[in-house]
């Protein structure tokens, strides 16, 4: 039985002046799945992430959240649907607390309807929110620490957290591992193995270990497009795969 469609693309398309960054993807991506996305730098992977979390807009094809038509919807709009993102380069505020940070994000994602309601009322649901994220990021004991004082592991986390407080149903992480240490890597994966319990996840991501741990599906993406697509068996015994991009690797042993 295959889980439901949770999120679609259909020749999405993004260009910068002559360069065709995103160039016709089509993807398919099912709910309470891990969907990894690898491919050399400069493929055009952020740029599909950007484009999915409309923090940039399109310049060709669409996007289908749930059977909604999303294509260039406002990001916040985007957000309360319940599309989550973590960005490549750690986007926290330094100088305020994880609490600080994590009821940022659980405000932002306060329905407008929410804009009427008993100021007491609205205090309590964005600190329920804040503390939910802050639990199940694993930083609640840190809850009351500055930002800027914890490891840069640990910065990480906290934005997994930020996101986790708009409560998506979906989360986009590029690259979370980035820049970090074994142990570290270690604990996130850790994190995301429990993230992925109950939420969808498109994962960006070069540790290839990390990769064949967590995800089912994968997406080779080389120059902007799909070179293929399949399950993370497949697309290991694939030979284009191996010849574009895993090769190099196997050639050393
Ligand atoms: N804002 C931008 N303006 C111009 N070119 C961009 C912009 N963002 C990305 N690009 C270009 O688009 C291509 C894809 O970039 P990116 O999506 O960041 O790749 P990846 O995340 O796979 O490394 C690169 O050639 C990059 O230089
Ligand atoms: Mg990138």
Redesign the pocket.
Same mark, same amino acid.
């Given at each position: 039985m295959t889980a439901e469609l949770i999120l679609e693309t259909r020749d999405l398309t993004?260009t $910068? /002046?002559a360069?065709v +960054?995103?160039d016709k993807v089509s993807l398919q991506f099912r709910r309470g799945q891990v969907h990894a996305i690898i &491919?050399? #730098? &400069? +493929? /055009?992977? =952020? =740029? $599909? *992430? #950007?484009l999915l979390s409309s923090d *940039?807009d399109t310049s060709f094809g669409s996007i289908h959240f749930n059977g909604q038509d999303i294509t260039d919807l406002p990001p916040d709009k985007v957000s309360r649907l319940g599309i989550g993102r973590s960005y490549?380069k750690t986007n926290i505020f330094p100088e305020f607390s994880c609490l600080q940070n994590c009821w940022l994000g659980a405000q932002s994602r306060l329905p407008t309807s929410m804009r009427f309601v008993r100021p007491a009322r609205l205090y309590d649901e964005v600190r329920e929110h804040a503390d939910k994220a802050l639990r199940d990021c694993g930083l609640y004991q840190r809850r009351n620490t500055v930002a800027a004082h914890m490891s840069y592991g640990e910065q990480r986390q906290l934005e997994i957290g930020m996101m986790l407080a708009t409560n998506p149903q979906l989360l986009l992480l590029?690259?979370p591992l980035a820049g970090m240490g074994q142990e570290e890597s270690f604990e996130i994966i850790e994190l995301l193995k429990k993230l992925a319990e109950d939420h969808t996840l498109i994962l *960006?991501e070069h540790d290839m270990d990390a990769v064949f741990s967590i995800a089912q599906q994968l997406t080779v993406?080389v120059n &902007?497009q799909v070179l293929e697509t399949g399950s993370v068996e497949q697309i290991r015994n694939s030979k284009a795969v191996h010849e574009a991009y895993l090769g190099e690797d196997e050639d050393e042993s």
């Open positions: 993004r $910068f /002046g360069l +960054a995103v &491919g050399p #730098n &400069g +493929a /055009g992977k =952020t =740029t $599909f *992430i #950007n *940039i490549q590029d690259e *960006i993406m &902007g």
